[in-house]
């Protein structure tokens, strides 16, 4: 359960305050498959990177299945961005030099305790996003497509409970967006919290939680009508 | 984890080739530079200080019984004169403790032939069995007199190189016979040259005979100069004050004058100060040449990197997993410049030596101090451009081009 209560983030350049989150309380249970859109500038990057421990708030709280972000060190969100978080970016973010298994691989390198074979896990991520045969290419070798799916067997490597993705169909085909997208989605249903920015309409249509922000306000919130109680994102609009 | 670290440093720098051939240029050229200076000033500074040790023996002082500066020197021959006689010395030697030798200075000129050769005005040194040590000359060819020789004052003698040349052109002149002030003397041995003294006499056209031998030729009235060898350098100054306190005690109401060279002493000290000094500015300013190249080109490509660094972030890598990270490619980069500016510098050297009129000392401290400097070049301008990278906003940094 991710949980914000009161949330402002005001960033302040040249001088001037801008408020790029105003007073969001939002309460996301796991397990579930929920899209962020909005037009640019509404804070919807911002909302992703404090649930991603990537920032933190100006004022109120932010709770990671029930501890207080707040109270954690830079190390201390750092090891909860290596455990509990797995990001996905729009520009797949491969380090160009290495090939798909060693990128894969990464994470183990920040992690308190790496599997005893981390090679292993790291080939069983990748036939698992159907790239078995691609695992000693290059980024550069491979298509947008297969790049972002070396991405995800990233964000999974290190068996996180979230996955994180801003845009990841930004920079791709329609059909290598549909992959992806099925693709997050088999996560949801193998137990993930998967949430996603887009503006896609098509692919928010396919997400049963849809959340609308607006002047770094949530104005809407779409739920699916037989979600459980438990199942259910609450949001102040 | 190591092995990670040294496979992503080793990647890194492949990847940005031209600005890790630069960041080694600059600390390649520093070392390698500095190299060539530890190898030419050990080489100068050991040239230099065996010239000066050559020139003038500084563990010595001086016995007269006038005054610096009021004729006299050698053997007194203006009669009434005060004067020191053999016993005098003889006793000093035997009854000072420190005092390794003490040298009477028995010189004449006199009129030199061989054959139809003529050579006039030279000057002729009577000399102690201790005469090698104290002046630290050296025979060439042959040998120096045998104590028989000096004992009894046989008839042989050494002669300086300028000798040697003007009777012996071309010719080994040991064995041959010369004759001083009309004696037959047999030459037995060849001085190394001395060249420059520093004073006018040209210190080469010199002969040198038993000084019991000189006695017989010369008839001296006394000794007015004795030179003084001492066992430890540092009791100089104070064993000559005995001997002039010993030697005035011989001779109630004589005044004798004793002068240490300590000009001597200092040149040397100064000397080898000054080069060490100018070693160390070099080393100083090739550090800082190379270490800020170092730091300039590792924050660049730290900027061309922001974007990787926010991606560790975002996978858990703590800020110091980062400062370490950029630390250990700085620390490799420094490590590899310094091990091929070692090498060039070594080239280099011998290259110079060869080519030009310069002596060389390689030694194992040009290496060891050339690797230490490279690793703390690293180190030391690598802390800035790491602790910046560590310190980077993970949102920010996963914004930026590049």
């Keep these: ?237 | 984890m190591k092995r990670v670290l040294f496979k992503t440093a080793a990647r890194q720098l492949g990847a940005n080739k031209a600005a890790t051939l630069f960041m080694c240029a600059g600390i390649m050229v520093g070392i390698a530079v500095l190299t060539i200076v530890i190898a030419l000033s050990q080489g100068t500074k050991a040239r230099i200080l065996e010239r000066i040790d050559r020139m003038a023996a500084s563990d010595t002082f001086t016995v007269r019984t006038s005054p610096w500066g009021q004729g006299g020197g050698g053997m007194g021959s203006n009669s009434g004169a005060f004067l020191l006689s053999f016993e005098d010395i003889l006793s000093l030697q035997e009854q000072i403790p420190g005092v390794t030798a003490a040298l009477p200075a028995l010189n004449a000129r006199g009129t030199v032939t061989s054959g139809k050769s003529v050579m006039d005005s030279v000057s002729v040194q009577g000399v102690v069995q201790e005469f090698q040590q104290v002046r630290n000359s050296t025979v060439q060819s042959g040998s120096f007199f045998s104590d028989f020789d000096i004992k009894e004052g046989s008839r042989t003698a050494i002669v300086g190189p300028a000798v040697a040349n003007h009777f012996f052109p071309g010719e080994n002149p040991v064995g041959e016979m010369i004759q001083v002030e009309g004696m037959q003397l047999e030459v037995i041995g060849v001085l190394t040259s001395r060249g420059a003294t520093g004073k006018g006499s040209n210190a080469d056209e010199i002969i040198l005979v038993p000084h019991t031998l000189f006695t017989k030729m010369f008839q001296p009235a006394g000794l007015s100069t004795v030179t003084v060898k001492v066992d430890n350098i540092a009791d100089v100054e104070r064993l000559a004050d005995e001997t002039k306190a010993f030697l005035e005690a011989l001779h109630p109401g004589q005044e004798i004058y004793v002068r240490v060279p300590m000009t001597t002493v200092g040149t040397r000290q100064e000397t080898s100060r000054t080069l060490s000094l100018y070693l160390t500015v070099v080393a100083i300013v090739a550090l800082l040449v190379g270490g800020v190249v170092m730091m300039n080109l590792t924050s660049l490509s730290i900027s061309a990197r922001t974007r990787e660094i926010g991606l560790r972030k975002a996978l858990g890598a703590r800020n110091r997993d980062i400062s370490q990270q950029i630390l250990f490619e700085t620390a490799m980069i420094s490590a590899l410049a310094g091990l091929t500016g070692i090498l060039l510098g070594i080239l280099l050297t011998i290259l110079l030596t060869a080519r030009l009129e310069l002596q060389a000392l390689l030694s194992w401290h040009a290496p060891v101090a050339g690797l230490i400097f490279a690793l703390l070049i690293g180190l030391l301008f690598g802390v800035r451009p790491a602790n910046r990278a560590a310190r980077l906003d993970p949102v920010t940094a996963l914004r930026s081009v590049g």
């Design chain 1, 1 to 237: 359960m991710l949980k914000l209560e009161n949330v402002i983030k005001v960033y302040t350049a040249n001088e001037n305050n801008v408020d790029a989150l105003q007073e969001i309380s939002l309460q996301v249970p796991s397990r579930i498959f929920l899209a962020i859109q909005g037009q640019s500038g509404s804070g919807k990057s911002t909302l992703l990177n404090i649930l991603g421990c990537l920032d933190r708030p100006t004022s109120g709280t932010y709770t990671v299945d029930g501890a207080d972000t707040g109270k954690l060190s830079d190390d201390g969100l750092a090891s909860l961005r290596n455990q509990r978080f797995g990001f996905i970016f729009q520009s797949f973010n491969l380090l160009p030099r290495f090939n798909a298994l060693e990128n894969v691989m990464l994470p183990f390198l920040y992690s308190p305790s790496p599997p005893e074979n981390p090679r292993a896990v790291a080939q069983q991520m990748l036939e698992k996003v159907g790239l078995g045969n691609r695992m000693h290419h290059l980024p550069g070798e491979l298509s947008g497509g297969q790049q972002q799916r070396v991405a995800v067997a990233r964000a999974l490597v290190n068996k996180p409970g979230v996955i994180l993705a801003d845009e990841p169909t930004g920079a791709l085909d329609s059909k290598s967006s549909r992959e992806i997208v099925d693709l997050l989605a088999e996560l949801n249903a193998e137990g993930k919290t998967v949430i996603i920015i887009t503006h896609e309409a098509d692919i928010a249509s396919q997400c049963p939680y849809v959340l609308t922000l607006s002047d770094g306000r949530i104005t809407d919130l779409k739920s699916p009508k037989n979600a459980k109680v438990s199942q259910k994102v609450v949001a102040s609009l």
